[in-house]
């Protein structure tokens, strides 16, 4: 896939597509922003296990717009 036809898809997004991609990087916004070595092992799990979903969420995301 060449750059342009990335932007193209990015253009065609629907609004839950938009809403799943911002939410994913928020929740990256926010892992990166955490003192990670100040959070205790719950903490820890907790951001762990919120950016596994996110991925998740984003690897389906891809697959829609990319037809696989």
Known sequence: MTDEQGHSLLRHLTDSQR?????????LTNARAEDLAQLESAGLIIIIE???????DALRLIDELTGE
């Open 19 to 27: 809403a799943r991609r911002d939410y994913a990087r928020r929740d």
């Open 50 to 56: 919120r950016l596994r979903i996110r991925l998740d």
